[in-house]
């Protein structure tokens, strides 16, 4: 996983509530099978009319925004589906973090496994946020997960927290099924006392 | 030792490790797999030269992008097919077992894991698609994952996880004629907000949820996540066990026995703490359609598209504002008035027996919309077969409803079952999110027997005044 430490760039003001992963990448792009080429189709419906024209008020489409890295959006970003395929998308496009008050579960794990880091901000911090990067064309923050806070050059600040178990893995772009690995003896203690059920080979096909 | 909660009770039984400074190491009793969030995940695998650590406590399936026209043929969308393909391969290679889309077992990952048994009381489950809550109905502890999460449990049969908060609902009382589960599921979301429930493992408790068939509780447990829960349960009991009992991979015999005798420890203890606990009146409910983009915009039949004014927050009125410009609905609107082209009946929510039967006493000697095209999915190949035995495919067929081979079909609308741009749809899925079930596509998420009865008029209808034998 790529590491994440501090990260400088430009915010796209996502203004909207509720965001689901239906809508950060529609299903009809989750039928590829591997885990790059996604960025293309973020947000596809809200950024392509069907006959695929830019939708020019879409925040993406707006020149402006168009190398942002960091997406500020309302509460509950990523609901929905658990398709990872919205997380890979936002990367894949660009995006190194997400800023919202509040964000979905599963959407929140599959980012900190592909290094894309949610900032969780309050409501009035957001909006703030939000405020500025429409206000100033060119608005940059600063992510900064060593010390957990996010800062722009004309003065705001915040601080943030995040499990201590994800940041570590995040600042070291850590493997965690290296780290479960490890703990094969109490994996194969359990295993001794719950058995499989055997029938079920019946249904394997391997040669 | 201190009361604790069902949820308490699996998760302590299934932490082999609780490294300090990290997530606690939970053991995943069955992990269930489908088409389109496995492909990267066994990449992965290959790529670290890892194998699947327990191949027979992972049971793989293809619903989500299979059509659901006559099987035999070939797949129409070369994608889609190199997507099945894709599993097929994975499965042989790591020795996973599966049902193939040809296999008398194909279905609806979350409607064949209940119906073969695979799922019991107690056990945690999990699989690359939120609706793994669908379990919960069960009393395991069941949730979705993404691939990434998809990938470690194949590799480790574990996961990391921070424990959730519990939260009750408390529904004590008997549901009205005429509501069902799904309405009791969007009672609750319209009440607590699609995040109302983020960050905890709901247990639904109280006589009206321990009065519902199992089918009945997986639709609630199933609606969960739209409430944003890592995780729905429900007390496993005698209708539990009724229901397991028998099935082709449930314990038999002194096995049956000694597992019953342990699933009857799993309920709450009394004075167990919950971190929320909310009650709701069953009176209160009715059949709710929703009129917005998500779950959480709902009301009941007999209301009217709410008022913008009556959104107390900013971003609420300009989501419900937003809403109501993609629905192509006016504020004040009676929900009877709006009309619909499709219907859908089917998805984990609401496709398995009972819900078929529902459905079929609406449709009973009436004739659909001419307006209307409506189609049944049932969620499996054994449903399909039950119902076919039992003559509703008459009775829907009949009624001018198309019958179906199982998949999730226009639930997400992956494979050709899709509505057309502006298409207003009854559906008893899930989700209404713009686009859902076809780009521009309308969706309004209802109960099978409301899905059924808007078929007929053409338009919602309040089922309560049908006269149904």
């Known amino acids: ?207 | 030792m201190a009361p604790r909660t069902l949820f308490d009770k699996i998760w302590d039984a299934h932490v082999v490790a609780a490294p300090p400074g990290q997530s606690a190491l939970l053991y995943i009793d069955l992990h269930l797999v489908h088409e389109v969030t496995s492909p990267q995940a066994f990449d992965g695998l290959r790529c670290n030269g890892r194998r699947v650590r327990q191949p027979l406590r992972t049971v793989a399936t293809v619903d989500h992008n299979i059509p659901t026209t006559p099987r035999g043929g070939p797949i129409a969308d070369p994608i889609a097919a190199r997507q099945i393909e894709a599993l097929q391969k994975n499965c042989r290679e790591f020795g996973v077992p599966f049902f193939d889309m040809d296999s008398a077992e194909q279905g609806i990952v979350h409607v064949i894991g209940p119906e073969l048994g695979l799922t019991l009381p107690g056990m945690t489950i999990v699989c690359g698609d939120s609706h793994t809550s669908t379990h919960g109905a069960f009393g395991s502890l069941a949730f979705g994952i993404g691939t990434s999460e998809v990938e470690h449990v194949l590799a480790t049969q574990c996961l990391p996880q921070n424990k959730a908060k519990a939260m009750q609902i408390l529904v004590n009382g008997k549901l009205p004629a005429g509501v069902t589960a799904k309405d009791l599921a969007l009672g609750i979301i319209g009440r607590i907000g699609t995040d109302g429930a983020t960050g905890y493992v709901i247990e639904y408790a109280g006589d009206a949820v321990h009065g519902l068939s199992m089918e009945g509780r997986m639709t609630l447990c199933n609606m969960s996540i739209e409430a944003g829960a890592r995780a729905g349960l429900i007390a496993p009991d005698e209708t539990t066990f009724a229901y397991v009992r028998g099935r082709r991979f449930a314990p038999q015999g002194k096995n049956w026995d000694s597992a019953v005798a342990l699933w009857k420890t799993l309920s709450s203890d009394s004075g167990a703490a919950f971190d929320r606990l909310i009650e709701i009146d069953p009176a209160s409910l009715a059949p709710y359609v929703t009129w917005g983009t998500n779950p959480g915009m709902v009301v009941p039949v007999n209301a009217r598209v709410p008022d913008l004014s009556s959104f107390a927050a900013d971003a609420d009125r300009r989501a419900a504002e937003q809403a109501l410009a993609y629905m192509d609905l006016k504020p004040g609107t009676p929900i009877e008035q709006i009309g619909v082209d499709r219907v859908f009946i089917g998805s984990c929510t609401n496709s398995r027996i009972e819900d078929l039967r529902a459905a079929a006493r609406v449709a009973k000697g009436r004739h659909v919309n001419a307006k209307v095209r409506a189609m049944v999915v049932p969620g499996s190949q054994a449903i399909k077969m039950v119902a076919e035995r039992e003559g509703l495919h008459r009775i829907f067929l009949d009624a001018g409803f198309e019958w179906r081979e199982s998949g999730c079909s226009m639930c997400l609308g992956m494979n050709p079952d899709i509505l057309q741009p502006g298409e207003r749809c009854a559906s008893t899925s899930n989700r209404n999110f713009e686009g859902r079930q076809g780009r521009g596509g309308r969706t309004h998420l209802v109960s099978p027997e409301m899905a059924a009865a808007a078929a007929i008029e053409g338009h919602f209808t309040d089922v309560r005044k049908w006269n149904l034998s």
């Not at chain 1, 880091?117 to 990067?133: F, G, K, M, P, W």
């Open chain 1, 1 to 207: 996983m790529q590491p994440f430490r501090k990260h400088t760039g430009l915010v796209a003001p996502l203004d909207r509530v509720n965001v689901d992963t239906d809508q950060i990448i529609p299903k009809q792009f989750l039928k590829r099978i591997e885990r790059t080429g996604f960025g293309q189709f973020l947000f596809n419906d809200w950024r392509f009319s069907p006959e695929g024209k830019e939708i020019g008020d879409f925040v993406l489409q707006q020149p402006r925004y168009k190398s942002a890295t960091i997406l500020v959006a309302g509460k509950n970003f990523g609901c929905g589906s658990s398709r990872e395929h919205a997380v890979w998308a936002l990367s894949d496009y660009g995006f190194r973090a997400v800023i919202a008050p509040t964000f979905a579960d599963i959407f929140s794990n599959n980012s900190l496994k592909n290094g894309l880091l949610t900032v969780r901000l309050s409501e009035d911090q957001v909006a703030e946020i939000t405020r500025r990067a429409k206000a100033s064309e060119g608005y940059q923050l600063t992510v900064d997960l060593e010390t957990r806070t996010v800062q722009d050059s004309q003065g705001f600040s915040a601080s943030f927290t995040l499990d201590e178990f994800a940041r570590h893995c995040l600042l070291n772009g850590l493997d965690d099924i290296g780290l479960t690995l490890q703990h094969e003896k109490e994996i194969a203690t359990y295993e001794a006392q719950h058995a499989v059920r055997e029938e079920l080979r019946a249904l394997t096909t391997r040669p």
